[in-house]
């Protein structure tokens, strides 16, 4: 199952053409993601990776390279749909994304459009909204929702649309810190238990301590990439690509420097906790 | 002021015209309109308004509640009552001036007053017993029918729910920028007229970008989620006739008709 | 130092966010941080400082002066207290970056040589520069730059207290760090008072002198920063954190090795973790 491919990216190059400049997004940018990976993207506003981010569902087409979603080629037209099926997205802004003006129905949006049968339409908003924690609120007004609450509607809407693939563009980025903490425990849950493929964008480190793989973007290409402990441990070069190191990873990084044995790549409070009582 | 305007308010009470099809009552408030204008007599109006308070009633929606959306009409209401009583010809009542009530023109203005009331009441009490997406439902799948010399049922009907969504998101949004720019000083309260709408530019520029963003980010997401038109498009929610309903349209029906015949 | 701002005994119009009984002393000159989680209040707080909420009971005094009373005008009020709101980009709304700027100082009447000034000292404060911005349009400019002339928009008032709410909300690291930077600077060389709005603790402990923490409506602790942070469990209890690093210390302190539980950056806690192992060898 793991190793199935979901995404295949190759040699991807995009350009936004305005009047007077083209601006490149992404270069030369090649990667693939397989089947029930939890992949956390990293990088700067501008890095490139909302726009890499769009070519996964064909949201937006590569002016150059081609990119796959399960070996559909996302320039051909007739597969455009099933893509958008296959690979649901969840953005920035939740206000922005919400169409529904009870919450049953904003989730029911996805299915409708695909064409879904009224029964199992109602099926699918029942299980949806159960899946991310959110039955009690089925018949509410989305406006009256905290931020939190209605990403994970956005979420619930994605999911009624059975895909195998959510790619999540900053979706904490306008949350408080509780919004945050029930949206990712959300992404976790459907990855660890549906076995969804995610693709997490974010620019809190915090978010991908445990994620499959890292991926960290800089200046419209992958810099650097890899499990998560291995990024990590390079605190020098995050830190000047101006990104943040949770604080024991660099607690332990500068002890590490000062000749202390405590290994670069630690991520948590608890592993941190550990090594030091070894110091005893 | 705003929150007292009743019209496009929903009053959910659960009652029989609430669970009534939305088409039903879509038809039975057009024929109510049709009615006003074409019934011209007191006797008439006597009888529709009984029928008007008995709805309220079955409703269960406070008559006080009615009365409050009125209120910001009560200028319009008396206007259209003053004017009438003015402008039309015939045997003087009273003179103020080089003005004169006529008698006709009090009969005239009484009965367009009169008319005005009830149409405000018969249309609120659809909005009021309709929730605003059942009411978008039933407009679209009256429209349908149309759809053949090209009227667009089904966008319409998705730009109404669209708006709805939006109005309640927009209003704290308008809320939050007028706030922001009170701490920079800007005054929305005094001044001339002229300096007052003036006043509005730091207000409405921001929103109407705002809007734009809103609308920019929210078609990205419905592409995203497959959203290609009303074409194949299956409904969560169907509309569905009951007895009640063809009931309710052969009452409002047959009732009207013999006020025509009156 | 002098009573800047004096509330107490406040009730709120709002129902659903309403401040009870709050009393609170900020002094001229000092660095606040005001944490709490969403529906807290703080905003609901952060608004009557500004006047443009005002309470139902009870008095604010700013630098002597009863902002709660009738006959008090508001533009006084706005020289003295400047608010910078969540996401500030989304007001801007003239032709130029110098135009939006000048709005706030125009509102308070100022002649166009003194608003010339306050332009120029703003722009530079957010490090923007201003004759190649001045006359662009400030949709054209990026995210965090939209955000810096928004600020600059409020900085250009000359406020005694600069209340921020969320200023770096939604933007990177690095521009989270450009906008921190700037406000430590501001702070440093006009020693104003400035009121923090954040979420984050690492943040709040980097930058503040004291901090006031609400739960539902209410002062729930008020004191110099790290002995706030020291009492990382009440915090816990509201669904509030201290920093990772504060939070390694104290966990490190209850299995008794001897550190101290108000540790708010790597580097001291570097230093304390250095002198425990150096102290250990030589014993």
């Given at each position: 199952m793991k190793n199935k491919q979901m995404i295949n990216i190759n040699n991807v190059t995009y350009e936004y053409k305005s009047e007077d400049e083209n601006l490149v997004a992404i270069k030369d940018l090649s990667l693939d993601i397989k089947q029930g990976e939890f992949i956390v993207i990293i990088g700067h506003n501008g890095s490139g990776k909302s726009t890499l981010a769009k070519h996964m569902n064909a949201l937006l087409l590569p002016t150059e390279g081609i990119v796959e979603v399960k070996g559909m080629d996302t320039q051909d037209e007739k597969h455009t749909w099933d893509i958008r099926q296959i690979a649901g997205m969840v953005f920035q802004?939740?206000?922005?994304?919400?169409?529904?003006?009870i919450v049953e129905e904003d989730v029911a949006f996805g299915p409708e459009n695909l064409g879904v049968k009224r029964e199992e339409i109602i099926e699918r908003v029942e299980s949806s909204l159960s899946l991310v924690g959110m039955d009690a609120y089925r018949?509410?007004?989305?406006?009256?929702?905290?931020g939190g609450q209605k990403q994970r509607i956005a979420i619930a809407g994605i999911i009624a649309m059975r895909p195998d693939c959510i790619i999540l563009d900053?979706?904490?980025?306008?949350?408080?810190p509780e919004g945050r903490r029930e949206v990712m425990k959300t992404i976790k849950k459907l990855n660890k238990e549906e076995k969804i493929t995610i693709i997490h964008i974010t620019h809190?480190?915090?978010?991908?301590?445990?994620?499959?793989r890292v991926i960290v973007m800089e200046d419209s290409k992958i810099v650097i990439q890899g499990k998560p402990r291995e990024v990590f441990k390079q605190v020098e070069k995050l830190k000047k690509l101006g990104l943040d190191v949770p604080q024991v990873t660099e607690l332990a990084y500068v002890l590490s420097k000062e000749g202390?044995?405590?290994?670069?790549d630690v991520l948590t409070v608890d592993e941190m906790v550990m090594k030091i009582c070894q110091l005893r | 002021m705003l929150k007292d305007i009743t019209i496009g308010q929903h009053y959910p009470t659960g009652s029989v015209i609430h669970k009534l099809d939305p088409r039903t009552k879509i038809i039975a408030v057009f024929v109510f309109i049709l009615t006003l204008f074409l019934v011209e007599n007191f006797m008439a109006y006597g009888f529709i308004a009984i029928f008007v308070i008995c709805c309220i009633r079955i409703a269960k929606i406070p008559i006080k509640y009615i009365i409050k959306g009125l209120k910001p009409l009560t200028f319009i209401i008396l206007f259209t009552l003053v004017i009438n009583s003015f402008m039309i010809a015939g045997?003087?009542?009273?003179?103020?001036g080089p003005l004169n009530i006529t008698e006709e023109g009090l009969y005239q203005g009484t009965f367009m007053a009169v008319r005005l009331i009830m149409l405000v009441i018969g249309t609120s009490l659809l909005t009021l017993t309709t929730s605003p997406i059942t009411l978008t439902d039933g407009i679209e799948s009256l429209l349908n029918p149309f759809k053949k010399i090209g009227v667009p049922a089904h966008e319409l009907a998705m730009m109404m729910t669209i708006a709805l969504r939006f109005i309640p998101t927009l209003l704290e949004e308008t809320d939050k920028i007028m706030k922001a720019q009170m701490a920079r000083g800007?005054?929305?309260?005094?001044?001339?007229l002229i300096k007052r709408s003036k006043s509005l530019v730091p207000l409405l520029v921001p929103l109407f970008i705002s809007a734009f963003r809103r609308a920019d980010d929210l078609a990205m997401a419905m592409e995203a989620r497959c959203?290609?038109?009303?074409?194949g498009r299956t409904r969560m929610k169907e509309l569905k006739y009951f007895k009640r309903d063809f009931l309710a349209i052969a009452v409002v029906l047959s009732l009207f008709a013999v006020l025509y015949l009156m | 130092m002098k009573n800047l701002t004096h509330i107490y005994n406040e009730g709120s119009p709002h129902q659903t966010n309403a401040l009870e009984d709050i009393n609170i002393e900020i002094m001229s000159g000092e660095f606040i941080g005001l944490i709490g989680h969403t529906g807290s209040g703080k905003s609901t707080l952060i608004q009557h400082i500004n006047g443009l909420l005002k309470p139902d009971k009870g008095k604010i005094i700013v630098d002597g002066m009863d902002?709660?009373?009738?006959?008090?005008?508001l533009a006084d009020i706005r020289k003295k207290v400047g608010l910078v709101f969540q996401y500030?980009?989304?007001?801007l709304f003239e032709e130029t970056v110098y135009k939006d700027i000048a709005f706030g100082p125009k509102n308070l009447g100022l002649n166009s040589d003194e608003i010339d000034d306050r332009v120029k000292e703003a722009m530079n404060l957010v490090k923007l520069p201003f004759e190649i911005l001045?006359?662009?349009?400030?949709?054209?400019?990026s995210g965090g730059q939209q955000r810096r002339v928004a600020i600059a928009g409020v900085l250009a008032m000359k406020p005694d207290i600069l209340i921020l709410?969320?200023?770096?909300?939604?933007?990177d690291p690095r521009g989270r760090d450009e906008i921190f930077e700037q406000i430590r600077l501001l702070h440093q060389k006009y020693k104003n008072t400035i009121i923090l709005v954040s979420h984050s603790m690492e943040d709040i402990a980097k930058l503040t002198d004291r901090i006031i923490v609400m739960h539902e409506g209410k002062v729930l602790l008020t004191g110099e920063t790290k002995a706030v942070f020291r009492e990382s469990e009440r915090l816990e209890a509201i669904g509030l954190g201290v920093p990772q690093i504060t939070k390694l210390m104290g966990i490190l302190a209850d299995k008794n090795?001897?550190?101290?539980?108000?540790i708010l950056t790597v580097e001291d806690a570097k230093i304390e973790i250095l002198k425990w192992l150096r102290g250990k060898k030589n014993a």
């Open positions: 802004n939740p206000d922005n994304q919400i169409v529904g003006t018949f509410k007004a989305p406006h009256l929702l905290s900053e979706p904490t980025a306008m949350l408080d809190f480190m915090e978010e991908a301590v445990d994620a499959d202390i044995n405590i290994p670069a | 045997e003087i009542i009273i003179s103020i800007a005054d929305f309260e005094s001044g001339s959203y290609r038109g009303g074409e | 902002i709660t009373s009738k006959n008090v005008k500030p980009e989304h007001q001045k006359e662009r349009s400030p949709f054209e400019l709410d969320e200023p770096t909300a939604g933007l090795i001897p550190f101290a539980r108000d």
